[in-house]
């Protein structure tokens, strides 16, 4: 696992490794674009984030998913 800081207003981007190839499953979802993710607001504890993704990832909360 990544683990790093970004402050309100900052954001990350998930994009596909040069060493991969794009006609992957993951490389295929990626053709849409990369995946950025925005820290919008933080108070206290908890992050307010923004999730922009191509149309063919669904984007879920954990615990949602079943097990």
């Known amino acids: 696992m990544l683990t790093f800081t970004r402050k309100e207003g900052e954001a990350f981007v998930l994009i596909l490794s040069p060493d991969i190839d794009p006609q992957t499953p993951i490389g295929e979802v990626l053709a849409g674009g990369p995946i950025v993710v925005h820290i919008s607001r933080v108070r206290g504890r908890a992050a307010k984030v923004g999730v922009d993704a191509p149309l063919?990832?669904?984007?879920?909360?954990?615990?949602?998913?079943a097990d």
């Open 56 to 65: 063919a990832l669904d984007v879920v909360r954990q615990e949602l998913l």
